[in-house]
Structure formats: structure tokens, C-alpha cells
């Protein structure tokens, strides 16, 4: 994992324990709600990169994958998909 960025209300306990077991803080962002992340992403995709996103359906994450996916540039190599462990 090159970088981390945690959404949500659990966000910052789950930056706390990726830098206690290495993860270079300077790596890692936080954002308080998805709203926020969308206002101000912690990062800039650019195409080729692999994102994963986990979270709760009530986050409905869904919506910062489109804004993250609406950020790299038009006609770029993508293979961003949404998934579910759940039939």
C-alpha cells in the first residue's frame, strides 16, 4: 500500500494503527465524512493507479469513488469498478 486515506468516523484510529505498524504518517490523510473528502481530496488519481474502497453501505462511499473517478483525466486506462463481497 503506497498511500492510506481514511474516511469516516473510525478514520483516524485507522491512520493511528497504519503508522504504528509502519506506515509512514506523511502517507496517510484523514477526512471526517465523505463530504469532506469530496470537498478536499487527499490525493490526485491519476491513471494507472489502484484504488480500494471499503466502507459501511450507510458511508455510501460509492459517491467519493465517482469524484475521485471524475478527477482522472478523459480517455485514461481505468479499470475502477464497484464491487460487493454480498450476491
Same mark, same amino acid.
Given at each position: 500500500? *503506497? ?7 473510525s478514520?483516524? !484510529?485507522?491512520a493511528e ?7 509512514? +504518517?506523511s502517507r ?6 465523505v *463530504? *469532506? +473528502?469530496l470537498?478536499e481530496?487527499a490525493?490526485e488519481?491519476?491513471?494507472? *493507479?489502484t ?15 465517482d469524484?475521485?473517478?471524475? !478527477?482522472?483525466p #478523459?480517455g485514461? #486506462? ?7 463481497t454480498r450476491?
Amino acid at each position: 500500500i *503506497d498511500l492510506l486515506w481514511a474516511v469516516g468516523p473510525s478514520a483516524p !484510529l485507522l491512520a493511528e494503527e497504519a503508522v504504528s505498524q509502519g506506515m509512514a +504518517a506523511s502517507r496517510v490523510r484523514v477526512s471526517a465524512t465523505v *463530504d *469532506d +473528502a469530496l470537498a478536499e481530496p487527499a490525493y490526485e488519481p491519476r491513471p494507472g *493507479d489502484t484504488w480500494l474502497f471499503k466502507a459501511s453501505r450507510g458511508m455510501r462511499l460509492e459517491r467519493l469513488y465517482d469524484g475521485v473517478r471524475a !478527477l482522472v483525466p #478523459e480517455g485514461a #486506462e481505468h479499470s475502477g469498478r464497484l464491487g460487493s463481497t454480498r450476491g
